[in-house]
């Protein structure tokens, strides 16, 4: 087909969506408020509709699992592993630090070895079963030394989960789609730390002794008998990319529509990673602006980790120190789907994100001061949890700036991770260690500081993207597509009037 004939079909495409859209029906708009796939056209209502119901449903299973058996050491901590392998020094902050080495080493390695040679619907559920058996593993630790070792290769195995999700949905969705199911997914974070908290006060009160194991060794084995069969199934939910996929669920028709969406939208299949292709996108000015702010928006809300050895320190009972933070779960699933929704229909990311790191900082602030009443404390901890609502914003708008550019996008929030998981290795250790808790001698208030910089990263980014769009000439040559360099330059316009918002 001709390129003329292609922009004379965009065209009529284009036209035609805008006719249907100005006959959507009054209750379809108001639902389109919420989740667009109420809007637009019958056939892409009915191929999103799809995409949600396999792929996104997948993807959020999967990233469950995945944070489930991340985090479930914490709860398994205050439920008596403490006790039964004598943890009295800093090894509750040198598990994190043994499962943040292995997502270090694995997160690129793993992009590289999706991008150049495996299917990510192959890949990903195979490292899934992997982690799942090790988690299991964990129920039959005897010392600490085992749990580091165990830990060190669930983070290895689970580097690909996060950045590959993200690719994906990066893939397939458009700008006023995904940043709502960015949010959905990081907000399984949420929901897989209430489930474990309840999961284990669960075990600890019905399966404590049980078979001569503690309630803490439950936890891990019933963790991996929910992510097996997940798993299992990601093998069949994950349609890799549009130009690739051979998923059961989409036809003929449903693929060609696929990639005819998404190239509209300015996405283009990614190429095979070569030496030069890694060089111009490490070399690019673009992802380090990004690195900056993901890293000091991750860091400035994690005083969440330390709320459960404050109400254990203040005399919670184990059920209370698992269930109470549940509360901030829920609250972070409320905020960022609202910042989600907020971010698709408005564009105002910049302003969306700055208002909740203020919010993060008079957390820090209150939590530095610490003696206030116990009802404040209680408020601030609370009031960190929402501070994840920063990232799916962040990660989305990334993903909108650089969408001509596919290895870079889709190397974005693997390459941030590694810096994220870099940071978070010597962060607990020397700003929280375990034996200070509660209360920390400089640990909130440095957060404080992250929180600051956090603000800075956000209006440099803006700021080199908006004067990118004054001076355009700036990016030819960045991709190996010769068409790719120009679609930035409309995302870089977005985001220099979305900067001044």
């Not at 820090?364 to 609502?389: D, R, T």
């Not at 700036?401 to 870079?408: F, I, Q, T, Y």
Request: glycine share 8%; charged share 15%; proline share 4%.
């Amino acid at each position: 087909m001709s390129d003329s004939k292609d922009v004379a079909s965009a065209a009529v495409s284009t036209n035609s969506v805008d006719q249907e859209e100005e006959k959507t029906s009054w209750w379809r708009r108001i639902v389109g408020l919420v989740w667009d796939s109420a809007e637009g056209t019958p056939r892409n209502r009915k191929y999103v509709q799809k995409l949600d119901a396999y792929m996104f449903t997948t993807i959020c299973l999967g990233y469950f699992i995945k944070y489930l058996d991340q985090t479930n050491y914490s709860n398994a901590f205050v439920s008596g592993m403490q006790q039964d392998l004598h943890l009295y020094g800093n090894e509750r902050n040198w598990l994190n630090t043994w499962f943040s080495l292995g997502i270090m080493i694995g997160s690129l390695p793993a992009m590289i070895f999706q991008l150049s040679w495996a299917r990510p619907s192959y890949f990903i559920p195979a490292c899934e079963l992997i982690w799942s058996a090790l988690v299991m593993s964990m129920a039959a630790a005897k010392n600490i030394q085992t749990m580091y070792a165990l830990r060190f290769f669930i983070g290895l195995f689970e580097a690909c989960a996060f950045p590959g999700y993200i690719a994906l949905l990066g893939g397939w969705y458009g700008p006023k789609e995904l940043t709502k199911r960015v949010a959905i997914l990081l907000e399984i974070e949420s929901i897989a730390s209430m489930f474990s908290g309840y999961l284990q006060a669960g075990l600890y009160t019905s399966m404590n002794g049980r078979h001569g194991l503690a309630g803490w060794r439950w936890l891990f084995i019933m963790d991996g008998v929910i992510s097996v069969p997940i798993a299992l199934w990601g093998f069949f939910g994950i349609p890799d990319l549009p130009h690739t996929t051979k998923a059961f669920y989409l036809n003929a028709d449903d693929r060609q529509y696929g990639i005819e969406r998404i190239e509209k939208l300015g996405r283009q299949p990614p190429v095979k990673l070569s030496k030069k292709v890694l060089k111009e996108v490490y070399l690019n000015w673009k992802i380090w602006a990004f690195v900056f702010p993901y890293v000091m928006v991750a860091a400035c809300h994690t005083a969440t980790s330390y709320f459960n050895l404050w109400l254990k320190a203040s005399g919670y009972s184990v059920v209370q120190a698992n269930t109470l933070p549940t509360g901030g779960n829920a609250l972070a699933i409320v905020v960022t789907l609202l910042w989600g929704i907020l971010a698709d229909r408005t564009g105002k990311r910049f302003l969306l994100i700055n208002s909740l790191l203020v919010l993060m900082m008079v957390s820090n602030i209150m939590l530095s001061i610490w003696n206030i009443p116990k009802g404040a404390l209680m408020f601030a901890f609370y009031l960190s949890y929402a501070g994840s609502a920063t990232t799916p914003v962040l990660i989305a708008w990334g993903n909108n700036l650089n969408a001509g550019d596919p290895n870079l996008r889709q190397l974005l929030v693997a390459t941030s991770n590694i810096v994220s998981y870099a940071w978070v290795l010597w962060v607990p250790l020397v700003l929280f260690p375990t034996y200070d808790a509660p209360k920390y001698k400089y640990g909130y208030q440095i957060l404080i500081l992250f929180g600051g910089l956090a603000m800075l990263g956000i209006c440099l980014m803006a700021y080199l993207y908006k004067r990118e769009a004054k001076n355009p000439t700036e990016t030819e040559g960045d991709s190996e597509q010769g068409s790719g360099a120009q679609i930035p330059r409309g995302d870089s316009k977005d985001a220099g009037s979305d900067s001044l918002a």
